[in-house]
């Protein structure tokens, strides 16, 4: 079990820019969590998918924001055009039964 | 009103001693479940424990203890026999309900562990 992967670990991008975060959840995982972590407001969801359907997506700060789970292996996160309030540790979780949520390591973006 | 609330910013310990990090939680759910993660320097949200809402028993994971007063609405973590390697950030967290859209997490503020010598 190779656990969430996330990609990239790092991103640096200028502003306006537009940037794709990738995560490959735990095959069997039915959920798949985006969450937002910054020094200012803590771990805040974005946007969650059951079965690649999205079901809550209520934490996208804005219209900037878009997520897509076109198959039960791959989502993304999208921002564009990226500003610098953006810059975060972004993390995605996968879930398989009500206790069983494992996170990725994380993409730390940075937007100068 | 917090869902989640951790009201210790910062803990030290001293090394192999025990340790409680508090959290109290809010929800009108019946069913609902509780967790701890560690956030460690490196960044990773590792799973420590979690606690059922109709678990009788206080949930255990080695030196991980949770203890769970339903009346109280608390789920304050123990750290037995605290290591150097405990130093981390500490984030409790509840899913309310179920199943559906009842399935998020949402965390605490966290608390910052620091294990002396």
């Known amino acids: 079990d190779a656990g969430v992967i996330q990609s990239p670990r790092h991103e640096v991008t200028e502003m306006g820019q537009e940037v794709t975060l990738r995560c490959k959840p735990i095959?069997?995982?039915?959920?798949l969590f985006w969450y937002r972590q910054t020094m200012m407001r803590g771990l805040e969801l974005l946007i969650y998918?059951?079965?690649?359907?999205?079901?809550?997506d209520s934490g996208m700060p804005e219209d900037r924001f878009s997520a897509k789970m076109p198959n039960a292996s791959f989502s993304t996160l999208k921002i564009q055009p990226s500003e610098p309030r953006d810059s975060a540790v972004y993390f995605c979780?996968?879930?398989?039964?009500?206790?069983?949520?494992?996170f990725g390591s994380g993409t730390r973006l940075t937007v100068v | 009103a917090q869902k989640i609330t951790q009201t210790q910013p910062g803990m030290f310990v001293q090394e192999k001693e025990a340790v409680t990090l508090d959290c109290t939680y809010d929800?009108?759910?019946?069913?609902?479940?509780l967790f701890w993660y560690k956030q460690p320097s490196s960044g990773e949200m590792i799973f420590l424990i979690y606690?059922?809402?109709?678990?009788?028993q206080n949930a255990t994971e080695g030196r991980y203890s949770l203890n769970f007063q339903k009346a109280r609405k608390s789920a304050n973590l123990v750290i037995s026999a605290s290591q150097l390697g405990d130093s981390a950030m500490y984030f409790c967290?509840?899913?309310?309900?179920?199943?559906?859209?009842?399935?998020?997490?949402?965390f605490g503020t966290g608390t910052r562990l620091q294990v002396m010598l």
């Open positions: 979780a996968s879930r398989y039964r009500e206790y069983g949520y494992t």
């Open positions: 095959s069997g995982h039915d959920y």
């Open positions: 998918f059951n079965n690649n359907v999205p079901i809550d």
């Open positions: 929800t009108s759910d019946q069913s609902y479940g």
């Open positions: 606690q059922g809402s109709y678990d009788e």
């Open positions: 967290a509840m899913r309310e309900g179920y199943t559906g859209t009842a399935s998020k997490l949402t």
